[in-house]
C-alpha cells in the first residue's frame, strides 16, 4: 500500500502537478517532537499538529498546481485546494485525520534511540519503543552497517476494517516510503473489528517482533524476497522471545522439550487480535480459538509453486527454528546447562541470521538457506542444519 503522499486524487485534474515532491503525513507528526528526550511521553498537541498538515499540505498542493503565487492560481483549482486543506482535514492516510479529530482520546509521542512511537497509551508507547531499541541494538551490534533512519510506529488507528490476511501476525505491517524529505520507515498496527471496537496489534510483542524483523532486513539487505523476509521476521521473533529472562526460566521450570511444539515455537501466542480473528467467519471458526498463527515446530516442504508467501516462507523459517533446538540439545548433551545452552544458540543464531541478510545478494530460500550454512562454524550444527534442510527438500548446494 502507498501511503506516502497527501490525498492527491483532487490532482489528477492538475497536470503539472509533481507526486513525487509529496510529504509523507507521519513527518508532519513525528518531527516536532524529534527532540525530546529518549523515553518521555509528550502529549501530542492537536491544534498544533492540525495547523502544521494544513499549512504544509496547502504549500504541496499549491506547488502541485504550478502556482507558488496564491494571485497567478486559477481561482477554480484554488477552490479545491482551500476545500481540501481547510474544510475539514481529508488525507488518503486516515489515521492522522482519525487522530485529530477523536476528542475522546489524548494521543502521546515517546522518542527512542531507533523508533518514535505515537499511542494514546504512554506506557505502551514507551514500552513498545524500549523494545523496538533493544531488539535493533540487538541485531545491528552484529553488523558492521548502522541502522539508518528512525522508525515511525502508529499503533493506534491504522484505518483498516478488516483483517488482510488470516496468516499475518496481526494487523500490523512494516513499510518503507520515500518522500521529497527522503526515506522513512513506518511500522503500524490496529484491527478495527466489525463492531468498530480497536484492537491493537503491537501490544502483542510478537507482532512487534516480526515487524522489527522485516524492518532489520529491510536495511540489512533491500533485495530479499518477500518469503525469505517472512522467514527472518518469524526467525527474529522466536529468538527475541528465547531471549527473555522469563522464556529461559519457563523453559527450565517446566522442562520444555524445544524441539516439539511450544509457546517459542508458536508465533503470537496469546494475542488479543488472533483471538478476535478466530470469531472473524471469515477468517476462523467462531467458537473455536487457536492461540497462534504458525509453528515452527514442524516440517514444511519447500514449494516453488506455493504462492502464499507466508506458507512458502515456514520451510525455511522451521529448519532454522528445529536446527536452534536440536543444536540446544547438542549443547546441553555436551554437559552444558539449560540456561548457557540456549543463550549460546541465540547468539549463534542471530550472529548467523545477520551474516547471512548481508549478503547483498538477491535473497530466495535456496540462495539464503546455503549462505546460512557456509557461515556455519560448528561441524555439529552443520550436520543439523543440512538434515532439516534437507528433510524439507531445500536444495543444499
Ligand atoms: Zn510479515
Not at 536452534?324 to 546441553?332: D, N, T
Amino acid at each position: 500500500m502507498i501511503f506516502g503522499n497527501p490525498d492527491l486524487s483532487m490532482l489528477n485534474q492538475i497536470p503539472q502537478g509533481d507526486r513525487s515532491q509529496g510529504i509523507n503525513p507521519y513527518r508532519l507528526i513525528f518531527e516536532p517532537y524529534q527532540n525530546i528526550s529518549l523515553y518521555d511521553p509528550v502529549e501530542i498537541d492537536k491544534r498544533r499538529l492540525r495547523e502544521e498538515i494544513q499549512r504544509k499540505l496547502h504549500e504541496y498542493f499549491l506547488k502541485a498546481a504550478g502556482c507558488e503565487q496564491v494571485q497567478n492560481c486559477d481561482p477554480l483549482k484554488l477552490s479545491k485546494i482551500q476545500t481540501n486543506t481547510t474544510m475539514g482535514y481529508r488525507t488518503e492516510f486516515q489515521a492522522i485525520g482519525n487522530m485529530i479529530s477523536d476528542n475522546q482520546s489524548k494521543f502521546y509521542i515517546v522518542n527512542g534511540k531507533y523508533a518514535s512511537v505515537v499511542d494514546s497509551d504512554p506506557s505502551l508507547a514507551k514500552k513498545i519503543a524500549q523494545e523496538t531499541d533493544s531488539i535493533i541494538h540487538d541485531f545491528f551490534k552484529r553488523s558492521s552497517s548502522s541502522f539508518p533512519t528512525k522508525l515511525y510506529i502508529v499503533s493506534e488507528e491504522i484505518g483498516v476494517n478488516k483483517p488482510h490476511s488470516s496468516l499475518e501476525v496481526g494487523v500490523a505491517k512494516y513499510s518503507k516510503e520515500s518522500d521529497a524529505l527522503g526515506t522513512q520507515q513506518s511500522i503500524l498496527g490496529e484491527y478495527v473489528d466489525k463492531n468498530g471496537k480497536r484492537i491493537k496489534s503491537l501490544e502483542n510483542m510478537d507482532t512487534l517482533s516480526h515487524e522489527i524483523g522485516h524492518a532489520i532486513l529491510e536495511n540489512l539487505n533491500p533485495s530479499a524476497r518477500r518469503d525469505v523476509h517472512e522467514a527472518f521476521a518469524d526467525t527474529v521473533t522466536f529468538l527475541v522471545q528465547a531471549s527473555r529472562k522469563e522464556s529461559i526460566q519457563k523453559i527450565k521450570q517446566q522442562n520444555i522439550d524445544l524441539t516439539k511444539s511450544n509457546f517459542i515455537s508458536q508465533i503470537s501466542e496469546g494475542s488479543q487480535y488472533y483471538r478476535e480473528l478466530q470469531q472473524h467467519p471469515l477468517y476462523g471458526e467462531p467458537g473455536k480459538i487457536k492461540e497462534y498463527i504458525r509453528d515452527l515446530a514442524g516440517v514444511y516442504k519447500y514449494d516453488e509453486k506455493e504462492t502464499n508467501q507466508y506458507k512458502r516462507s515456514l520451510s525455511l523459517s522451521s529448519t532454522i527454528y528445529s536446527s536452534w533446538a536440536e543444536y540446544i540439545k547438542y549443547l546441553q548433551s555436551q554437559g552444558k546447562s539449560t540456561e548457557s545452552s540456549i543463550y549460546q544458540a541465540n547468539e549463534v543464531f542471530k550472529n548467523l541470521l545477520v551474516k547471512t541478510a548481508e549478503n547483498k545478494v538477491e535473497l530466495d530460500i535456496p540462495t539464503f538457506a546455503n549462505i546460512f550454512l557456509k557461515n556455519i562454524n560448528d561441524p555439529k550444527l552443520r550436520e543439523i542444519f543440512i538434515k532439516n534442510a534437507k528433510l524439507r527438500n531445500i536444495p543444499i548446494r
